[in-house]
């Protein structure tokens, strides 16, 4: 799969103490909205992409799912059993590129 979001850097405003939180909870916590579920990605406006949080256990992975075939392929994962948790919020464009994982934050 694609691009993920990273830890959050240091200048944003939900880093430092704040890492050991999930990243859904933080994701809720910047006033993304949640959704129950997939949607299609014509059926988001174009500043907006989809955020799919997946539960791992020990950690969560913060998906930018931003073309129809990224939201294909969570959905062909899971209607192929795949039962991870997983959390949807809609974040902005510009938002989410900034928070790619591009290790290490600079």
């Known amino acids: 799969m694609g691009k993920y979001l ?3 850097p240091p200048t944003h405003a939900l880093a ?3 890492l050991g939180h999930r990243k859904s909870d933080l994701i809720a916590e910047m006033g993304c ?3 129950a579920g997939l949607v299609d990605a014509k059926s988001l ?4 992409t989809l955020i799919v949080v997946v539960d791992n ?4 992975a913060a998906l930018i799912a931003d073309s129809q075939d990224e939201i294909d392929r ?4 899971q209607f192929h059993g ?5 959390r949807y919020f809609v974040m902005d464009r510009e938002t989410a590129e ?5 290790k290490p934050w600079a």
């Open 45 to 48: 406006p174009s500043d907006k």
């Open 6 to 8: 990273g830890i959050f």
């Open 74 to 77: 969570v959905a062909q994962s």
């Open 16 to 18: 430092g103490a704040r």
């Open 98 to 102: 900034e928070m790619v994982d591009k």
């Open 82 to 86: 795949d039962r991870r948790p997983c």
């Open 57 to 60: 256990g020990p950690f969560e």
């Open 33 to 35: 909205i949640e959704l």
